[in-house]
């Protein structure tokens, strides 16, 4: 006659857990944050004004000029408003830390050690946000530069909006994955408000061309 054994209880299999995202400090999204819509209004400002020329005066080295000035004093104002809109925010956040400490200081005694003063590495960082700003418009408004010194006579302008709408594209899908929202809507956003910008200030520039102002 066999022995029945008892069967031993088999352990649950436990769930799958779905990797978390690793959470970026205050300094990495500003950084990400001054990158993506660094390189977003580098490709808008230097396509726009490049497109709003070519509809006034459509010669080649017109447009690379006017391209070219616009490429630097973009990025040199992007790099500078950037540094003065994070070191006010800085300014500001070491002034509330301040205030904060000294309220629990106050209502806890200097032992408690509530309300510290944040270090200056867990603030957002002033020089870090200008540089990543200025050289993101940079590379983003490489783009439609190229793309206009690339081919000649009519095909000009289509491959540069064509250039354009692809970079608008890539931009919106990182600034949708470093923000967590959704791809489409952020792609829609910034391909529809280039585009816009594209038209409008080509059309003024050949309402302009059309006037006689430009010899």
Do not use: K
């Not at 069967?7 to 205050?26: D, F």
């Not at 489409?184 to 061309?209: D, P, S």
């Amino acid at each position: 006659m066999a022995l029945l054994l008892p069967s031993r209880p088999t352990a649950p299999t436990p769930a799958p857990t779905t990797p978390r995202r690793p959470r970026r400090t205050p300094g990495e999204l500003n950084r990400l944050r001054a990158a993506v819509l660094g390189a977003n209004d580098g490709v808008v400002s230097v396509a726009a004004t490049v497109l709003g020329v070519a509809g006034a005066a459509p010669q080649g080295r017109t447009l690379v000029l006017a391209g070219i000035a616009v490429l630097v004093a973009g990025a040199l104002s992007m790099a500078a408003g950037e540094y003065v809109s994070v070191s006010s925010q800085r300014d500001a956040e070491r002034a509330a830390a301040a205030g904060t400490g000294a309220a629990g200081t106050v209502g806890a005694g200097a032992g408690a050690g509530a309300g510290a003063a944040p270090a200056d590495e867990e603030l957002t960082d002033p020089w870090h946000a200008a540089l990543a700003s200025g050289a993101a418009f940079t590379v983003g408004g490489l783009v439609p530069l190229l793309a206009v010194l690339a081919p000649a006579g009519g095909a000009r302008l289509p491959v540069t909006v064509l250039a354009v709408l692809a970079a608008l594209v890539l931009t919106g899908v990182l600034s949708a994955r470093f923000g967590g929202a959704p791809v489409g809507r952020a792609v829609l956003r910034n391909a529809v408000g280039g585009g816009l910008a594209m038209a409008v200030t080509f059309a003024v520039g050949v309402l302009v061309g059309s006037t006689g102002l430009v010899a």
